[in-house]
């Protein structure tokens, strides 16, 4: 762990290893309803964002100095595997302009040479992987934590965790080679394409809290009673890598069934994975998982995010607040979609039903 953050602190990442904060999901939901990205006549890249009728504008660099993340660096943002894809996610002019390494350059700091050709496999189908494609079990050991903390505290992502994206390979690379990356460039970009995709959940529930104390400390006037917060739903990164002992290290872990994994996150959102999850070397569908850990080393993926809901007016705050206490709990939400699925059930058989009557 001391290695970690000797190398977090390098370029100001050791920001993902603090953040511990509890979630205002009133104030999140608000402030993605209306968010805006403009550049000003300086250049700079500046969020709008309006809270209770009141206009917020701030500039990457003070968005940055607010949340307590860097803001100057190698910008980039991409949600595409491959590292062909980068030279094209950089701004290519004005303040931020970036000039990434090439795929060549990152590839021999972050990369286990290969021995071959590499493949995966994706609904049981075997895929060949593209030179400049990295899967997860590609990257240095010593940098393996790393992906885990970058993943959950930067990039907030569900999904196959098999292979590494190349913004993530960026950052990989600027970490092992002290090169400052601007951190607050990639998290506003990514909050401006989850505005365009109305189903996805919002992010950064926790680093947005501190953009809330912010607020009310230049705006007392918005301390409504009906921003509650919420104690977040998971236990941060760093100390599970600060406990893990030596001898856990080289063991192989038990594989378990689909069904068996199912039934170890029954209790958990279905995006959660344990800690010491491992992904399949070959097939992204497929994880590894420590059967004897416990609930206290379960990391959600939506710890850090909330769900996507249509503020009430002031007046129906009470009723808002209690609905999202009961999203925030992740029992209440996988117990909520089996009762769906089961009406939804119900209801085919009685169409079919009546269909052979008739």
């Not at 000797?6 to 104030?27: H, M, T, Y």
């Not at 505290?153 to 390979?169: E, P, T």
């Not at 400052?180 to 959940?201: G, H, Q």
């Amino acid at each position: 762990m001391s290695h970690i953050r000797a190398k977090f602190e390098s370029i100001g990442f050791d920001c993902l290893l603090n953040i511990n904060e509890q979630i205002v999901p009133r104030f999140v939901l608000e402030f993605y309803s209306q968010l805006t990205f403009t550049f000003n006549p300086e250049g700079h890249f500046v969020v709008n964002f309006v809270i209770q009728n009141k206009s917020f504008s701030l500039t990457l660099e003070k968005f940055g100095q607010i949340l307590k993340i860097p803001f100057k660096g190698q910008a980039s943002h991409t949600d595409m595997w491959s590292l062909d894809h980068l030279p094209i996610s950089v701004p290519s002019k004005g303040r931020y302009k970036t000039t990434p390494p090439s795929p060549r350059v990152i590839k021999s700091f972050i990369q286990i040479p290969r021995q071959g050709q590499e493949t995966r496999t994706k609904n049981k189908k075997t895929i060949v992987v593209g030179d400049n494609e990295i899967l997860t079990r590609e990257i240095h050991t010593h940098m393996k934590p790393w992906v885990d903390i970058i993943r959950e505290n930067a990039i907030c992502l569900g999904g196959h965790r098999d292979h590494v994206s190349a913004c993530l390979c960026h950052m990989l690379y600027c970490i092992e080679t002290s090169t400052p990356y601007n951190l607050a460039f990639f998290i506003l970009k990514r909050m401006e394409k989850t505005r365009s995709k109305p189903k996805e959940l919002l992010p950064y529930g926790m680093l947005l809290t501190r953009l809330f104390k912010h607020i009310v400390s230049i705006s007392p006037e918005l301390a409504f009673d009906h921003y509650l917060a919420h104690d977040r739903a998971m236990h941060p990164l760093a100390p599970h890598y600060e406990r893990k002992t030596r001898a856990d290290r080289g063991k192989k872990r038990p594989r378990e069934s689909n069904a068996s994994s199912s039934s170890t996150t029954q209790n958990h959102s279905s995006s959660s994975l344990s800690l010491n999850v491992i992904v399949d070397e070959n097939d992204d569908d497929s994880f590894h998982f420590n059967s004897s850990s416990s609930p206290s080393q379960n990391v959600s993926s939506s710890s850090n995010v909330v769900p996507r809901v249509t503020p009430n007016p002031p007046h129906e705050s009470h009723y808002l607040n209690t609905h999202l206490s009961e999203t925030i709990n992740l029992q209440t939400q996988q117990r909520d979609d089996h009762r769906e699925g089961l009406r939804s059930i119900r209801q085919a058989l009685k169409n079919t039903m009546g269909g052979k009557r008739k």
